[in-house]
T-cell receptor, first 110, second 112 residues
Framework: SQQGEEDPQALSIQEGENATMNCSYK?????LQWYRQNSGRGLVHLIL?????REKHSGRLRVTLDTSKKSSSLLITASRAADTASYFC??????????FGQGTRLTINP | TAGITQAPTSQILAAGRSMTLRCTQD?????MYWYRQDLGLGLRLIHY???????GKGEVPDGYSVSRANTDDFPLTLASAVPSQTSVYFC???????????FGEGSRLTVL
């Protein structure tokens, strides 16, 4: 069974707008990670937030984590056409295993 | 920099045949993983290895086997392929104490 569930499953916005994706999970975690996957390619790590952190930034990315609600969000500001991809959250509960959600497919329209 | 190399990139296989997907990493990472990705189901962990000489079962291990004879290589074998094993397979690795996974570009397998 999947640990993380992303919402929405698909998101289409205009270039320049902000994109927000959400992830919910079920059990306690050590950290939560976000990955990006371009069509036909492997996943690429974007950002990691530890369970004792509430917010983290990296360039145009902002990630929040609410462990009381078991949820996280990924915000991409000032979106570009090149941001078109699928985005996955992954939870790390220890034991060296990451469990991935089903992903959000983001389309940036020029 | 190579990172993780998977082979083959794509393969069509008759049901009942055996197949080994190869995965090699040059980062000296301890942990390696095999995931399958199916539309609507995301990535599911098949098998993993925390270090050379050890392996473990993931979420969907049935029909697959792995070995970890050394640090660099982590092959995934389908002993007798079935159509439900049609999928895109990703190998990944992670360094000791690190959080992020590094992924290969995937192997697309079609079982007919």
């Amino acid at each position: 069974s999947q640990q993380g569930e992303e919402d929405p499953q698909a998101l289409s916005i205009q270039e320049g707008e902000n994109a927000t994706m959400n992830c919910s999970y079920k059990t306690s975690i050590n950290n939560l990670q976000w990955y990006r996957q371009n069509s036909g390619r492997g996943l690429v790590h974007l950002i990691l937030i530890r369970s004792n952190e509430r917010e983290k930034h990296s360039g145009r990315l902002r990630v929040t984590l609410d462990t009381s609600k078991k949820s996280s969000s990924l915000l991409i500001t000032a979106s570009r056409a090149a941001d078109t991809a699928s985005y996955f959250c992954a939870t790390d509960g220890g034991a060296q295993k990451l469990v991935f959600g089903q992903g959000t497919r983001l389309t940036i329209n020029p | 920099t190579a990172g993780i190399t998977q082979a083959p990139t794509s393969q069509i296989l008759a049901a009942g045949r055996s197949m080994t997907l190869r995965c090699t990493q040059d980062m000296r990472h301890n942990a390696m993983y095999w995931y399958r990705q199916d539309l609507g189901l995301g990535l599911r962990l098949i098998h993993y290895s925390n270090t050379a000489g050890t392996t473990g079962k993931g979420e969907v291990p049935d029909g697959y086997s792995v070995s970890r004879a050394n640090t660099d290589d982590f092959p995934l074998t389908l002993a007798s392929a079935v159509p439900s094993q049609t999928s895109v397979y990703f190998c990944a690795s992670r360094g000791q104490g690190a959080g992020e996974l590094f992924f290969g570009e995937g192997s697309r397998l079609t079982v007919l």
